[in-house]
């Protein structure tokens, strides 16, 4: 064993990765607090695993303390922990142990961009070196556990050598005491260390004292048996780390062990902050901890975005503590950990939707907007639309909520598809003449308020075998066969007379004549009742719902193609055929085809020229009032 003590020149390696860090005006200094932190708790952990393997030990307690000394200028971290031989000392020390960071260092050195280099920086972990943005000299002194040991003093100005010297009477473990430069004593200040602590170390399992005060008092529970978690204790957790008022309205606490191992405790917050004013302002993302040490706050890398609106801690033993921001997506461990972590918080949030469904109508009031946008994730759809809601003629009110399942379950024998139909309230859905005909055969129609919803409806595509289908493509063939309603049938229509089905042909004729190009045919309706016309999308062509999304994106003014059919049971329409009968290019069909379709548009949200209809309004009233005044 070597015991030769005195100078020693750095690896050209940890020259270089000195040099980038002390010239690099390093935009957040303070993580070299966190390296520190994180290597004397992985200092303690190692030297647990000892004590677990039955070494005899020092009756030290196991913990990290943090000196600051505003007057000398200088700031001390000590752990007892495992501590290191001298050979260890210049293994460890004296060369980059990480390939990820020797890596690291050669990309650094190679960027030429120096506001570039200073960002990579920032997002990376360096490791012990880092004490050197902040240090103008580092004394660190060290004892290994092993029986026998010296004490080493390891001394290094970061400028290219290093001293080793044996020590006295050191206990075991490791101290660093920093002689802070002059414009970092910021670093000397109790309530600085104290803050940073906090924010990036503040789950960590041993205690870390600052100047004697104990600042890590929240433990990480997410690494605790759920058994042993109270309910309380999971609030005020949610609380530290969001610094909401309110408590969550979900928990999800998950733990794997293979084939990789993670940890993931997530919340859904009470209200959704992240709606500021109603826009989205994006997703907040998780904490990423990595053997309990924070690497990346708002991760967003690990929940879909759908699943944005969850907010906690992941944890794994399986990441490497210094994995670069820009590459963990691209990690492979991490991808298996968010595909673990984004099933499991499905099918938790659907067993929550099952047991306690009034929370979960709250969440999906709250978040749903947000969770909607799972649409897109093609690989989880079942799960993803078991948690859908929306709105249904079966409701109360507008503000009630059915699933899919419930829909399934309550459909019609002999109905084939899940109906819906898009407006923007539950007043102008009903009114929409669509779903007169679902409304009669007693098919309950589910009711979409939001633009989105249609894209979510069209890429979810069918439900349990039951296809997704807008009212206005219901198939009245296999609507028909279901019975009416009870009491419905005695007011059917009488069956046109003779001359009015002669007539029909003819009415058909001109009043496609008279709208031209809008629409593609003026055919007889099977589907209405109550209204004289409905307007409905021709085979192949986007839903009304849809194409309104595609006008606002695309700023398209103009007006969809559409079929309309006419309700020959409907007084309006035999009127109209008795004119028809009489005289087919009569100048009042032309302007009852006009009115109809235009407030058939106008009441699927379509107006053009407010003017044009007002103006024939007013034909029509003085068609109808000159009548009446003869009568
Ligand atoms: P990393 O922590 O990523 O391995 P560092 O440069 O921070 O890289 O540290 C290099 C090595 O030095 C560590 O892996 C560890 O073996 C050793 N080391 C650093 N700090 C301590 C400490 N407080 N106690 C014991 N060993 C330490």
């Known amino acids: 064993m070597s015991t030769e003590t005195g100078s020693f020149a750095f690896k050209a390696e940890v020259r270089q990765l000195l040099d980038i860090l002390v010239h690099s005006l390093y935009a957040s200094k303070e993580i070299f607090l966190r390296e520190l932190v994180s290597n004397a708790s992985d200092a303690l952990d190692k030297l647990r695993i000892e004590q677990l393997r039955g070494a005899s030990l020092d009756d030290l307690p196991l913990e990290i303390r943090i000196r600051a ?3 000398a200028k200088t700031l001390t971290v000590t752990d007892t922990g495992i501590g290191m031989t001298r050979d260890e000392l210049i293994a460890n020390i004296g060369t980059i142990a990480h390939s990820g960071t020797r890596e690291f260092v050669s ?8 506001e570039k280099a200073k960002s990579i920086i920032g997002q990376f972990g360096v490791g012990f070196y880092s004490v050197f943005m902040v240090a103008r000299e580092v004394k660190l002194t060290t004892r290994s556990f092993a029986e026998g040991e010296p004490a080493w003093i390891w001394t290094s100005d970061g400028k290219g050598e290093y001293a080793i010297a044996q020590a006295e009477g050191a206990p075991r473990g490791t101290s660093i005491e920093i002689a802070l430069r002059d414009e970092d004593l910021e670093y000397a200040d109790p309530a600085r260390l104290k803050e940073i602590i906090t924010r990036h170390s503040g789950f960590l399992g041993h205690p870390i004292f600052v100047n004697d005060e104990r600042v890590n008092t929240v433990p990480a529970i997410w690494r605790e048996p759920k058994f ?4 309380e204790q999971y609030a005020e957790f949610y609380r530290h780390l969001t610094y909401d008022t309110e408590d969550p309205l979900e928990t999800i606490h998950v733990t794997a062990d293979a084939p990789i191992q993670w940890t993931a405790l997530l919340f859904a917050p009470k ?12 997703q907040q993302g998780v904490d990423l901890y990595v053997r309990r040490v924070l690497i990346q706050h708002g991760n967003k890398d690990v929940l879909p975005e759908y699943l944005g609106f969850l907010r906690g801690v992941v944890d794994s033993e399986d990441l490497p503590l210094n994995v670069a921001r820009e590459t963990l997506q691209e990690n492979r461990v991490l991808r298996a950990i968010s595909n673990a972590v984004t099933k499991h918080a499905l099918s938790h949030l659907k067993k929550a939707a099952v047991d306690r469904p009034e929370a979960y109508a709250d969440l999906w009031r709250e978040h749903g907007k947000i969770l909607k946008l799972g649409y897109s994730d093609y690989v989880n759809r079942e799960a993803f639309s078991e948690l859908l809601r929306f709105n249904s003629s079966a409701c109360e009110d507008e503000k009630g909520l059915v699933s899919l399942d419930e829909y399934v379950s309550r459909m019609k024998e002999g109905q084939v598809d899940i109906h819906y139909i898009s407006g923007p309230s539950r007043e102008a859905v009903t009114a929409n003449p669509q779903i007169e005909f679902l409304r009669r055969k007693g098919v309950e129609v589910l009711y979409l308020y939001e633009p989105i919803d249609e894209f979510v409806m069209e890429s979810v595509g069918e439900f349990k075998g039951k296809a997704l289908t807008p009212a206005e493509r219901a198939d009245v063939a296999v609507l028909e066969k279901l019975p009416d309603e009870a009491g419905d049938e005695s007011d059917k229509p009488a069956e046109l007379s003779e001359d009015q089905a002669l007539a029909l042909p003819a009415l058909l004729s001109r009043m496609k004549e008279v709208l031209g190009e809008r629409v593609t045919e003026v055919r007889e309706s099977r589907r209405l009742k109550d209204s004289p016309v409905v307007l409905v999308a021709p085979d192949g062509q986007p839903t009304t719902g849809m194409h309104k999304i595609m006008r606002l994106i695309t700023k398209d003014e103009s007006l969809p193609q559409k079929a309309m059919e ?3 049971g409907h007084p309006v329409i ?4 008795a004119v028809a009968a009489k005289k087919a290019d009569d100048p009042f069909i032309e302007l009852a085809a006009w ?3 235009e407030s058939a548009m106008l009441q699927e949200g379509y107006l053009q020229d407010p003017h044009a209809l007002a ?3 007013r034909k029509t009233l003085a068609a109808a009032s000159d009548l009446y005044a003869r009568k």
């Open 69 to 71: 000394d505003k007057d």
């Open 566 to 568: 006419i309700n020959t």
């Open 228 to 231: 042993q978690i109270k309910p």
């Open 107 to 114: 990309r650094l050195a190679e960027t030429a961009d120096a």
């Open 615 to 617: 103006e024939r309004m």
């Open 574 to 577: 035999r009127d109209l055929l």
């Open 595 to 597: 009115q109809l379709y």
């Open 271 to 282: 209200a959704n902050r992240d709606l500021l004013l109603g826009s989205y302002q994006g």
